[in-house]
């Protein structure tokens, strides 16, 4: 496979229709609204202001509805409704954690669920957003992963997560209203359902968005992009994106890697920490965050976090210690906190911030690793996925 052959994951594809209907606009970047406008009769020299007034409508002000478009002539305004609509994913439940996390469980098209985990902190508010119905990667200590992959999402979906999460906390600015830079979502993770690489055009479309100065306006500096390594597609993200990158790591022998994230078998630690080397220069980005959970007596010993720190030697970095979210059926345990503690003396000793996320939303499983959809609930027991594994 060459550096520009696309990535796709081993499924079946099944051909869907296209939708009929009206035309959602949510998720059109600005080239595919600009030639929807022009298939809906625009004028071609009016088309470019029209975009802009559009654009700033839908993702400055989270309108939802043509008639409010009121620098529009009216008739063009009507003309609009015949053709489009303005729709983001539908809110099935919403629950909130006694730390303030909030989880909603959304509808897409198809009646297929995904989950979007919103965490509030002193500093910052953070929207965990997904990216595919399910997930293809089986990361066996991941709820998410053992839900199978459906199909990926569609920019629409994506960007509307951020939508619907700014829709619930009240956060489309008042037209006229001096402007407010303080954010309630200030910060976007691409840690939700599904791995992200897989499904790059739609993620790279609704980052577009999301990061457009004229509507929700996020910087890419803001934005962070986890993968478990799809290697092809890191130069990619460094290039079309330029946002923040994460890593599931979580191992630091291919053995213990191949069992925890089975995408290693496909691109090894070695390729991968290739591919991590060159993004920080591709991206303009500070330095890439390591993600790993901690597991107990797999990956948490003394000596793993030696060879964590021999292994990202010269990658401007940082490693977030994830204490192991526990679900039903789990086959793993959370690393004793004296051990995690000692790890990340270690890796702090060697000169990375190595900080210990506090697991949020754990009581509504919205915290890391524990998303996945109600409707897909059906639990594997303890003793299938360590079998599966081989860790048991």
């Given at each position: 496979m060459t550096a520009t052959a696309p990535i796709t994951q081993d499924l079946v594809t099944i051909p869907r229709k296209l939708?009929?209907?009206?035309?959602?606009?949510?998720?059109?970047?600005?080239?595919?609204?600009?030639?929807?406008?022009?298939?809906?009769?625009?004028?071609?020299?009016?088309?470019?202001?029209?975009?802009?007034?559009?654009?700033?409508?839908?993702?400055?002000?989270?309108?939802r509805d043509f008639d409010s478009m009121t620098n529009l002539a009216k008739a063009y305004r009507a003309q609009l409704a015949e053709r489009f609509v303005?729709?983001?994913?539908?809110?099935?439940?919403?629950?909130?954690?006694?730390?303030?996390?909030?989880?909603?469980?959304?509808?897409?098209?198809g009646g297929h669920e995904v989950e979007v985990v919103y965490i509030p902190e002193t500093d910052r508010g953070t929207l965990c957003i997904s990216?595919?119905?399910?997930?293809?990667?089986?990361?066996?200590?991941?709820?998410?992963?053992?839900?199978?992959?459906v199909r990926n999402l569609t920019a629409g979906e994506i960007v509307g997560?951020?939508?619907?999460?700014?829709d619930d906390l009240g956060e489309w600015p008042e037209q006229g209203a001096p402007k407010d830079e303080t954010?309630?979502?200030s910060n976007i993770v691409l840690m939700g359902m599904g791995e992200p690489l897989y499904n790059f055009e739609g993620v790279r479309d609704a980052m577009k968005i999301a990061m457009d100065p004229e509507g929700i306006s996020l910087s890419r500096r803001r934005i962070t992009l986890s993968t478990s390594g799809v290697v092809p597609e890191i130069?990619?993200?460094?290039?079309?994106?330029?946002?923040?990158?994460?890593?599931?790591?979580?191992?630091?022998?291919?053995?213990?890697?191949?069992?925890?994230?089975?995408?290693?078998?496909?691109?090894?630690?070695?390729?991968?920490?290739?591919?991590?080397?060159?993004?920080?220069?591709?991206?303009?980005?500070?330095?890439?965050?390591?993600?790993?959970?901690?597991?107990?007596?797999?990956?948490?010993?003394?000596?793993?976090?030696?060879?964590?720190?021999?292994?990202?030697?010269?990658?401007?970095?940082?490693?977030?210690?994830?204490p192991f979210n526990e679900w039903p059926g789990a086959p793993y345990q959370r690393s004793d906190w004296s051990r995690i503690e000692a790890f990340a003396d270690i890796i702090y000793k060697a000169g990375y911030?190595?900080?210990?996320?506090?697991?949020?939303?754990?009581?509504?499983?919205?915290?890391?690793?524990?998303?996945?959809?109600a409707t897909e609930r059906a639990r594997k027991s303890r003793a299938q996925i360590a079998a599966e594994t081989g860790l048991g």
């Open positions: 939708p009929e209907g009206p035309v959602n606009l949510v998720g059109l970047t600005r080239p595919q609204l600009r030639e929807a406008l022009l298939a809906a009769g625009t004028p071609e020299k009016q088309v470019k202001m029209r975009v802009n007034q559009i654009w700033q409508w839908i993702y400055q002000w989270g309108v303005i729709e983001v994913p539908e809110v099935v439940s919403r629950q909130v954690s006694a730390d303030g996390t909030r989880k909603y469980l959304v509808k897409i098209a990216s595919q119905v399910g997930c293809t990667l089986t990361c066996s200590f991941c709820h998410t992963g053992t839900q199978k992959l997560q951020i939508m619907l999460a700014r954010r309630l979502l130069a990619k993200t460094a290039e079309e994106i330029g946002c923040l990158l994460a890593v599931s790591f979580h191992a630091t022998t291919d053995e213990v890697r191949d069992k925890l994230v089975p995408i290693n078998k496909r691109w090894n630690i070695e390729t991968l920490l290739g591919a991590l080397r060159e993004y920080p220069r591709l991206s303009n980005s500070e330095r890439i965050t390591f993600e790993y959970v901690m597991l107990k007596d797999v990956n948490d010993s003394d000596a793993d976090a030696r060879r964590l720190v021999k292994l990202i030697q010269g990658i401007p970095a940082k490693i977030n210690l994830i911030a190595s900080p210990i996320r506090t697991p949020r939303g754990e009581d509504i499983m919205a915290a890391c690793g524990q998303l996945k959809s």
